[in-house]
């Protein structure tokens, strides 16, 4: 090869260079423009709407404060807002859907564990992450799930010790029939036996029903000192007014609730839950300035009339944590988001909330409140200092638990819940 053709192949490979390099960078630039987008996994239709409505409301409000701020990585956050239907099967396929996108970095989402249970499985299979929101019956740690919510011993375990030394020993459980009350129930029997309290009832509804009249009856019949009420969804509004109707007061019957937060008081006569009781981790009504604060900003959004309540809280948190472990991360692939959450903490409207590293679960307060007329909660009971979760109650082993969950699973033909009757 002469000098001038050698110099000619030199040109051509460091033109050739020149456009692999352009390509390179316009890729690389357009690949920060693009949107990071996440999943928000919630039902806007269903016996679950009125709960898990204001959720989103709550996470798309985080994530529209992020992009405020600049957003993640020099991208901004998009979210994907899928309905769940009320649907464990529903959740399932949206969940699988989202998954195989191949541009969703994170799910944020779920309401009622058995949601959660059904979409578990999907995360685990495909390696991706899911953010679940909501206080939940425990017996539960994945690789693939940061729980936002309360474990057992940071709300359903503190609650009722509290019920018992402050209220009294006998007491009457009521719950939706699927996988949350019959495994929280589950662990407060063990607990019950174990402080010495008095069983007097245990019954369930369908999710959704309004079939509540002969449960009601037995419960004004036992007389309990304290109504456990796992119920979710809006058969709440239908035993409420049964047990009003039925002479069943907070004054002579106090029912403790453990899914009803301050949206749901909204649907409900303030009459009807005047002096009833509720465990969660976040009351409105907390006097912290962050607090204050996320109220001002939410409000000034949704409206001067909307409430906030737990699982708007966590929702909202567990974004920003979210946020804080992509920008320490420095990329959105989820295994690596996943790591980086297991080292955040974030200053919460309801206090300092840290992942526990063990098991992806937070550190939390617990808190009771007694409902009132407008819909708010006044703080009777605060634990003081963040609990550390305990997903699994000590009453039984591991291997106990699961067995308990298996028969559970497959006593209901394979689902998490119980079969409606038709």
Request: proline share 5%; net charge positive.
């Amino acid at each position: 090869m002469t000098t001038h053709q050698t110099r000619r192949a030199w040109l051509k490979a460091g033109a050739a260079a020149a456009v692999v390099g352009t390509t390179a960078t316009a890729v690389a630039r357009a690949m920060k423009r693009q949107p990071i987008r996440v999943g928000v996994l919630h039902s806007m239709t269903g016996t679950m709407s009125a709960s898990e409505r204001p959720v989103i409301d709550a996470t798309v409000m985080a994530i529209d404060e992020i992009n405020a701020a600049g957003g993640v990585l020099g991208r901004t956050v998009e979210p994907v807002v899928i309905d769940g239907g009320s649907s464990p099967a529903r959740f399932a396929r949206e969940a699988e859907a989202l998954c195989r996108r191949g541009d969703i970095a994170t799910v944020f989402g779920c309401w009622t564990s058995a949601s959660r249970k059904s979409v578990v499985p999907v995360f685990e299979r495909l390696q991706h992450l899911l953010v679940y929101p909501v206080q939940y019956e425990g017996l539960e740690q994945s690789a693939n799930v940061i729980y936002t919510g309360a474990a057992p011993n940071q709300q359903i375990t503190p609650a009722v010790a509290w019920a018992f030394e402050n209220i009294g020993r006998s007491f009457f459980l009521v719950g939706s029939d699927y996988v949350f009350p019959r495994t929280a129930n589950a662990i407060i029997k063990d607990q019950l036996r174990a402080i010495g309290a008095t069983l007097v009832g245990e019954r369930y509804f369908a999710l959704g029903s309004r079939d509540v009249q002969s449960v009601v009856r037995e419960i004004a019949d036992a007389r309990p000192a304290v109504i456990l009420n796992t119920i979710n969804g809006d058969t709440n509004n239908a035993f409420f007014r049964a047990l009003r109707a039925a002479g069943v007061t907070p004054s002579r019957s106090p029912t403790l609730s453990f899914s009803i937060a301050e949206p749901e008081l909204q649907s409900l006569q303030g009459e009807q839950v005047d002096g009833d009781f509720a465990a969660w981790n976040y009351f409105q009504s907390l006097t912290l300035a962050k607090n204050r604060q996320w109220i001002q900003r939410f409000r000034a959004r949704h409206g001067a009339t909307r409430t906030l309540s737990d699982p708007m809280e966590a929702a909202y948190f567990g974004v920003h944590l979210w946020a804080l472990a992509v920008r320490d991360a420095g990329t959105v692939t989820p295994a690596a988001i996943r790591r980086s959450m297991l080292s955040q903490s974030y200053d919460a409207p309801e206090g300092v909330v840290s992942v526990d590293a063990d098991t992806g679960h937070c550190w939390k307060s617990v808190r009771i409140g007694r409902a009132r007329r407008d819909g708010q909660f006044d703080v009777v009971w605060d634990s003081g200092n963040a609990t550390r979760p305990e997903p699994y109650p000590l009453y039984r082993s591991h291997a106990e638990w699961e067995r308990f969950l298996r028969e559970l699973y497959n006593g209901w033909g394979g689902s998490w819940s119980a079969p409606i009757a038709t």
